[in-house]
């Protein structure tokens, strides 16, 4: 299967995003409460 370019670049967008979500739950565990 080939994956459109576009895709792609939503995926690791998506993939970033997510990363970064987890380091804030990891440095902010009082924000995941609310």
Not at 11 to 22: E, H, I, Q, R
Request: charged share 15%.
């Amino acid at each position: 299967m080939k994956l459109e370019p576009g895709l792609i670049v939503n995926y690791s967008t998506l993939n970033s995003l997510l990363v970064a979500k987890k380091m804030l739950q990891i440095t902010l565990p009082e924000a995941t409460t609310q």
